[in-house]
């Protein structure tokens, strides 16, 4: 049975037995590459990060569980991308606007697959909102809700992510409200958002948006061409 079969016969929220061998070795790197001396340019955009060519390689943190609510790309796409984000980060919603769109398109020709664990490190509202995306994502539009929370790219302030606001904004999508206010505040929704948490704290990924691309992790919003290179470098080595 292959690695990649194994992945897929997992639950959703379960971690592989291999995150908890190859955890420490992540922490390390994404310590590294997100070390206080980094400091933002003028436009407010995290600095690039040069990676390790001798690093380890994360792709057995990719689930490629085709029951994941919080993914997109189909379930055997040649490379994997994998986010940990909030919904209170400035940064997570500039890359959203910026590179997701271009990262989306690779998912819809087939080339990649993007899976999502919200951080929820800024707090309740950080995890209403995730716990909203789930409800969302319930009624088969995840990544619809998701963009919405990161409309132009800018995140909603706190008093816009009250569960009130965050039903409101389901009904201006046409979503069944009232199916989402009961999915929003299930033991399903609760226990997704805190396996997310646990998940992202596990693998040291403090600091947000943090990605794992082609099994390579990357920190901050970079600019779209480093993600775009780094991508294909990924697709060049999967074929």
Known sequence: MSAKTRRQ????????TIVLAIAAALIV?????NRPSAVEDEAG???EQTQDPDQPDFTELETRNENDLFAVGPVDAPVGLIVFSDYQCPYCAQWNEDT???MAERAEAGELRIEWHDAAIFGPASERA???VYAAASQGAFLEYHNALFEGGEHRPESELTEEALVALAGELGL????????MTSESALSAVEQNKQFAQQLGA???PTFILGGTPMVGAQPTDVFVDAFEQALEQAE
């Open 9 to 16: 016969a997992l639950p959703v929220w379960v971690v592989p």
């Open 130 to 132: 995730a716990a909203a």
């Open 29 to 33: 790197v994404i310590f590294v590459v």
């Open 206 to 208: 403090s600091s947000t």
């Open 45 to 47: 955009a995290q600095p």
């Open 176 to 183: 069944d409200t009232e199916q989402f206010a009961q999915d």
């Open 100 to 102: 997701l769109p271009s």
